[in-house]
């Protein structure tokens, strides 16, 4: 493959290294001054007779995945492109080699740096998982050192996301695939926590948790053979990372840690790092929006993808949030506090924590002036959600939305009637 000197706004440098399915290049981004890794994907790969429609769906979640993960230990995509001349990924440049100098017995790191490593994993995983992504393929290859020494994770070409139909895929690279990912069944973050197992084991022994005779051996001893324990291969190994690495690395999902943060926190104790990081924002709101009676029917996938696309603002009191006869179409959800819902100088509803405003032009399916004018009473925190970005969202993630705004429409509807009853009678 002889690809030309520039390829979009990248002009490529030299070559870098090469696989069963692309090419990477070094890459110069001269618009923004700053290098970047350029992976050409082989045409062979796009368009193998049996699985070139999934290896194009693996690209097609890079590029709806470029730019959203933005995490200091998730390397970056900038851009992904799939055109018939050629493909393309534009990604973060991470200049300090992989894990898998580090699997073998005569090159291993330090104990507390293989401690340090595993955290920034789970850290950076956790992360994905609330942006509703998980991996699929944990392996030394893809986990990646910076000149500092830190933690990327790369290659989520081959990430689920959870909101995509298709999750019984076994994708995965042989030696790290959970008992799960090789019976064909359903995966999901526990897939990548085993995974990731596997990682640990290697690094701390130098060995793989299985010694198969060939392919098919290693799948039946993943399903059904319990790896000798870290410390008969290492001696001098601590006891409680023995005891992280085998939790990790259980046969059933439901014995393995029930989250990253589970997982991370152990090692964090061991580290001595701060347990609290930068995803524990997204975790509490989603237990906010579990909480509000508007997504009661919603799953906890369906939420995740809310999150995703929702704009979470905090307003101070008296803040206008929409205002009648003007053109607008997005709605809020009502996270926190109070607002007033007038039209002209009297006043229709207020409106509180779990509410819903301004989804009428939604339901109308246009831009519409609005009929009230929405101005907080108290200090308020509301998500944003432009029709536009409620179309990214599964179907059944909008059918969930529907339902509640006809649960709004027809309750509404109930205190006008009780409100006209009592001025009647």
């Known amino acids: 493959m002889t690809p030309p000197p520039f390829l979009g706004q990248y002009r490529l440098l030299r ?53 959203k993960l933005i995490h200091p230990h998730i390397v970056e995509t900038y851009e992904a492109v799939l055109a018939d001349e050629i493909s393309y990924i534009a990604m973060e440049y991470v200049s300090g080699g992989t894990l898998e100098q580090y699997i073998h017995a005569d090159n291993l790191l330090p104990l507390d740096r293989v401690v340090e490593v595993l955290y920034q994993c789970c850290r950076a995983l956790n992360y994905a998982q609330y942006h509703g992504v998980i991996h699929r393929d944990i392996k030394p290859a893809n986990l990646l050192l910076d000149a500092s020494g830190v933690i990327k994770i790369s290659d989520l070409g081959a990430a689920t996301r959870m909101d995509i139909e298709q999750t019984q895929s076994n994708i995965g690279s042989p030696n790290y695939m959970s008992p799960e990912q090789v019976r064909g069944e359903s995966v999901s973050h526990l897939t990548d926590i085993y995974s990731l197992g596997v990682v640990m084991y290697r690094l701390l022994t130098g060995h ?65 790092f701060e347990q609290g990081d930068l995803e524990v924002n997204e975790s509490e709101k989603f237990n906010i929006l579990r909480s509000l009676q508007f997504f009661e029917d919603f799953s906890d996938i369906e939420l995740w993808e809310v999150l995703r696309i929702g704009e979470w603002q905090k307003q101070p009191e008296k803040t206008v949030l929409m205002r009648e006869n003007e053109m607008s179409d997005a709605f809020y959800i009502l996270i926190e506090g109070s607002v007033s819902v007038t039209r002209g100088a009297r006043l229709l509803i207020a409106l509180r924590n779990g509410d819903c405003c301004g989804e009428m032009a939604h339901i109308r399916g246009q831009q519409l002036p609005r009929s009230a004018t929405v101005t907080a009473n108290t200090e308020i925190t509301a998500m944003k959600i432009e029709p536009r970005q409620l179309a990214q969202l599964s179907e059944a993630c909008q059918s969930h939305f529907n339902q509640a705004f006809l649960y709004v429409l027809a309750e509404r509807l109930r205190l006008s009637d009780d409100r006209f009853s009592k001025l009647t009678s």
């Open 15 to 67: 070559k870098l290294g090469e696989g069963a399915t692309s090419v990477v290049y070094l890459g110069l981004d001269p618009f923004k001054n700053r290098q970047v890794a350029v992976k050409i994907i082989k045409s062979e790969f796009l368009d193998d007779p049996r699985n070139g429609r999934q290896n194009r769906k693996q690209l097609q979640n890079e590029a709806a995945l470029a730019g």
């Open 208 to 272: 793989s948790p299985y010694s198969p005779k060939n392919l098919a051996h290693l799948y039946q001893q993943i399903m059904q053979e319990t790896p000798p324990p870290p410390t008969l291969l290492r001696k001098d190994l601590p006891l409680p990372l023995e005891r992280i690495v085998l939790r990790a690395l259980q046969k059933d999902p439901v014995q393995r840690y029930p989250s990253w943060r589970d997982f991370g926190n152990e090692l964090a104790a061991l580290g001595h």
